[in-house]
């Protein structure tokens, strides 16, 4: 399997449009009848990314952990198993396809993915297979026999995969840029405090993120790490930390930006941001005790304490409970 396919692309996690963005442009494709908004299509293309770098990557990798990464099909574990993709990221992926297909005039990233779905979607179909054949231990009636047809199959879209779906997040993530910015300036010049700062903590941890893999620095080398050249955004995070959970306290900053104080994703968003924020310390305390994570970490279905793949979950469900707190 290609090295470090997985950890790279946990860094374009992105975040959805809220309700109250800036984007209000209406495009010409038609979907049964209807037009699409540009909020719709957007967070379309985000909930497909976010299931890539999600599910599908983590199916991906628990599949190629238990088989050899090669055309010929061998089970490194007798008991060979993968990780299935639900059927509501099948539905993500259908939806978005769908909505790109319907666009009269396609921009690039319309025709990337209506180029990238079929691949994806029959990889996803077939890591499916492999699940409930594993699942059932049919393989030891059939002695592997299906499972050497479904690993054609999956080392062959992978292959094509790999480089579609680089396509398609790297057109998703300008995509998003432009629009976090055109939003971030309309939060500030609406004084939305507290959707300012809310968008505010999650870039800084992507920043950090994206410094953390610039470094070329992952769970297996994680020692490497010049925390020195991170600090200063550490320091600045800390201080966005801080400003987000004063307002997500206070119930008259809710309120005036329409968002229920009763709303129970702002609980489960701030303990993700606390998981971040404890990750990262971990993560600079093992460096400056260069102390590397052991063999039986670096393979473990959790994230060890302290590890590069631990701010990235915690990173991961920040966004997740984002996108729910706003939809709530």
Partial sequence: MRKKF???LSAAAILAVS??????????????????????????YIDANNVIINELDDAIYSYFSYVEYQEE?????????????????????DSAYDIANS?????????????????????????????????????IDDNYAKGAELHKIIYNDYNQYYDLSYSFLDLVTEMAEAQIAEDMEYYKSEGLEVMYSLNSVL???????????DQNVYDDNLI??????????????????????????????????????DNPYIGRYKEEITASK???????????????????ELYSSFPADGSVSSFDEALSNMIDYYNSLIEY
């Fill in 278 to 296: 404890v990750a990262l310390t971990d993560l600079f305390q093992r460096v400056a005790d260069q102390r590397p994570l052991e063999e039986y």
């Fill in 224 to 261: 490497e790490l010049d925390t020195s050249a991170i600090q200063p955004l550490y320091d600045e995070y800390i201080a966005e930390i801080e400003t987000c959970f004063s307002l997500l306290d206070s119930p008259e900053k809710l309120e005036k930006e329409g968002l229920s104080t």
């Fill in 73 to 93: 099909f061998k089970a490194l574990d007798p008991d060979y198993w993968c990780l299935p993709v639900s059927d509501y990221s099948l539905q993500i992926m």
């Fill in 103 to 139: 666009m009269e005039t396609k921009e690039d990233i319309d025709s990337s993915y209506i180029t990238l779905y079929p691949v994806m979607r029959e990889l996803a179909d077939k890591l499916n297979e492999v699940y409930d054949y594993t699942e059932m231990k049919s393989y």
């Fill in 19 to 44: 309700g109250c963005s800036s984007s209000t442009k209406v495009t010409l494709g038609p979907v049964g009848g209807n037009q699409v908004s540009e909020i719709e299509r957007y967070n379309a």
């Fill in 6 to 8: 997985i950890a790279a």
């Fill in 203 to 213: 870039l800084k941890a992507k920043e950090i993120q994206a410094a953390i893999y």
